[in-house]
């Protein structure tokens, strides 16, 4: 299984601040998926990023909002704009494993006062 | 009708006992399942993925897809106290590897001493 990492683990922002989260994965892998787990929710799939080609974004997310950056075949980074209170959720990376599953990071805990 | 259904539980079984948790789905086009446990302020850990309709058993679990009721089950033998978590269903089209996952909000299970 593919070995993720994420930086920050937490953080808290003031509301209006941007922050990006990074995540490192072990190893080269074409796609790198983004979610979103809000308190009591389900995770919510942000957006598909695929090296050497803008970021796929899901219905309700947009590009402004959650910009994306995928430099190379072991990195991206999500970039959480202008936030609000509403923004406070868990985001993590993923990506997919050797036949069709799909390997998840620790998480970026953020909170938004 | 969301298209994932998880009963969030709390569900809560004495020790050594099977636990049963099961996700329904209105996507037909769902081919590839996946259970992941989630313990608290931690990222979601594959347990185990199955391709269309079966079983598969991998140790003390088991997991179970009925497309045709498109219902999915994992089954925990001999429940320890470590396995008190969140567990997570989830699903795509076209594999962990190509797709962005549906979710279902978790079940949060509990394992009595």
């Known amino acids: 299984s593919a070995v993720i990492s994420q930086k920050p683990s937490r953080d808290i922002c003031q509301r209006g601040t941007s922050l990006t989260i990074q995540c490192q994965v072990d190893?080269?892998?074409?796609?790198m998926f983004w979610y979103r787990q809000q308190p009591g929710q389900s995770l919510t799939l942000i957006a598909t990023?695929?090296?050497?080609?803008?970021?796929?974004?899901e219905s309700g997310f947009v590009i402004d909002k959650f910009p994306i950056s995928r430099p190379n075949l072991t990195f991206s980074t999500l970039t959480v704009s202008n936030m609000s209170p509403e923004d406070s959720s868990i985001y993590l990376c993923?990506?997919?494993?050797?036949?069709?599953?799909?390997?998840f990071g620790p998480g970026t805990r953020l909170t938004v006062t | 009708q969301k298209e994932v259904e998880q009963d969030p539980g709390p569900l809560s079984v004495p020790e050594g006992a099977i636990v049963s948790l099961n996700c329904t789905y209105s996507?037909?086009?769902?081919?590839?399942f996946m259970w992941y446990r989630q313990y608290s302020r931690k990222g979601p850990e594959l347990l185990m993925y199955?391709?269309?309709?079966g079983n598969k058993e991998d140790g003390r679990f088991t997991a179970q897809v009925d497309k045709s009721s498109k219902y999915i089950s994992l089954f925990i033998r001999d429940s320890q106290p470590s396995d008190s978590a969140t567990y997570l269903c989830a699903m795509s089209v076209s594999g962990g590897g190509a797709d962005g996952l549906t979710f279902g909000k978790g079940t949060h299970l509990i394992i009595q001493p």
């Open positions: 993923s990506v997919g494993g050797v036949l069709y599953e799909q390997y």
């Open positions: 990023a695929n090296q050497g080609s803008e970021a796929t974004y």
């Open positions: 190893s080269q892998v074409t796609m």
């Open positions: 996507n037909s086009a769902f081919q590839y």
């Open positions: 199955t391709y269309s309709s």
